[in-house]
């Protein structure tokens, strides 16, 4: 009876060490001290903060912490130089237009890459900018929910903040996909006038021209199911439609003004011919 009250013992004290360093490093030291209190109430249930036996769950804790106000991302003095880095495995192409996706709809749209890194295995992508509010963890995992995306830690050095990205089966759920049975053109109006659809296996061409009329300098870049370029297809000079058979293994294409991609921002037409 002994050893086994010894062995649950030692195993909380394994889940408070743990999470309590995952506490201390996303609150204010000041904070911490003055709310310790509350903090031990909240974290009380350590196990329920724990994805499994070694590793915190930095989500969990963060809602907590947001929820009872002891998340600091809002800077009342004045504004700051934030980083935010993103860390995954693999897949590149897709965790980064999942991540600014996600950003750009939190209303992160003035970001600044400022650093990039990747190898065979890993990637690691820095983005800065000068703010009176950090992003908001919390939300960001929600959003990245939708592409089946998991923070699976976060972490903060001051003004830095540190994502771990995990995903087996990611997926770009908000695209819109074409279809040859539409009997209208797909309208899009993104502000940024760079557009994104998906494309059906039996899609042979695509055309596309812009809402308002006029003419624009089209480029198009297919993508295949894991992103990788399959054909970028840059128009010389000015057209008023867009028209191109539609590369084999072809899953995406990105479509904007080669020029000047705000001139499309009042929208664009899509639609699928038999070639």
């Not at 009342?76 to 980083?83: H, L, V």
């Not at 894991?226 to 970028?232: G, I, Q, T």
């Not at 479509?255 to 000047?260: A, F, G, K, L």
């Amino acid at each position: 009876m002994r050893k086994i009250t010894f062995f649950l013992g030692a195993v909380f004290l394994l889940f408070a060490d743990v999470v309590d360093d995952k506490v201390r490093s996303l609150v204010d030291p000041q904070s911490y001290v003055i709310h310790q209190k509350l903090i031990g109430i909240i974290f009380k249930n350590r196990a329920a903060f724990m994805i499994n036996s070694e590793q915190a769950d930095s989500v969990k804790i963060i809602a907590a912490l947001k929820d009872n106000g002891l998340l600091d991302i809002f800077y009342k003095n004045a504004p700051r130089n934030i980083y935010a880095t993103f860390r995954a495995s693999d897949k590149m192409l897709f965790f980064l237009k999942a991540v600014s996706d996600s950003l750009s709809d939190l209303g992160y749209n003035f970001t600044l890459v400022r650093n990039m890194r990747f190898d065979k295995t890993s990637f690691e992508w820095t983005l800065s900018y000068k703010s009176d509010r950090a992003i908001d963890p919390a939300l960001l995992a929600k959003r990245l929910e939708n592409y089946r995306i998991r923070i699976s830690d976060v972490s903060k050095e001051g003004d830095a903040w540190f994502y771990a990205l995990q995903s087996s089966n990611i997926v770009l759920s908000d695209t819109p996909e074409l279809s040859q049975t539409q009997e209208e053109p797909l309208f899009l109006q993104t502000p940024t006038g760079e557009y994104w659809v998906r494309l059906p296996k039996y899609a042979s061409s695509v055309s596309a021209r812009k809402k308002s009329g006029g003419n624009w300098h089209a480029k198009a870049v297919y993508y295949g199911a894991d992103l990788k370029v399959l054909l970028a297809d840059t128009r010389p000079g000015v057209l008023k439609l867009y028209k191109a058979k539609v590369p084999e293994g072809a899953e995406y294409m990105k479509i904007t003004d080669n020029s000047v991609p705000s001139n499309l921002r009042s929208g664009i037409e899509l639609w699928l011919e038999d070639q």
